[in-house]
């Protein structure tokens, strides 16, 4: 599976951004796609997953009623609106998959359960 991470930027805060992850190489129809974001001297963090079969979704605590990720399945491509963006929100997003499965309450930020990921892309936010 190859994952292509595009859309960051440089925007005010109170702006909004649309994150875009093209995927090609699935080899089933069930997967899920999660987006992360690593700050500087932070660790990586799980922002937002959705499955492909229901676009069942989860966001991470920091982003839910800003963010919204949505699945374009005929063009195998996963958004992220990023809306009333804070500098907080600075990172490095990295979009992830796995195949076979669906994000999960317990697990849907847990790095280590995505084997695929793309090479990330930048958001800043001036205050």
């Known amino acids: 599976v190859q994952l292509q991470a595009s859309g960051g930027g440089l925007v005010q805060a109170g702006g909004s951004l649309r994150l875009s992850c093209a995927a090609s190489g699935f080899t089933f129809d069930r997967y899920a796609i999660a987006w992360f974001r690593q700050a500087p001297g932070k660790e990586r963090e799980g922002v937002s997953c959705i499955s492909s079969d229901d676009g069942d979704t989860y966001y991470g605590d920091s982003v839910k009623g800003r963010f919204t990720v949505s699945n374009d399945n005929a063009k195998n491509t996963v958004h992220l609106q990023m809306n009333n963006l804070k500098p907080e929100d600075t990172a490095v997003y990295y979009c992830?998959?796995?195949?076979?499965?669906?994000?999960?309450?317990?697990?849907?930020?847990?790095?280590?359960?995505?084997?695929?990921w793309g090479q990330g892309t930048l958001v800043t936010v001036s205050s």
């Open positions: 992830a998959a796995e195949e076979l499965v669906r994000c999960a309450r317990s697990s849907w930020n847990v790095r280590s359960r995505f084997a695929s």
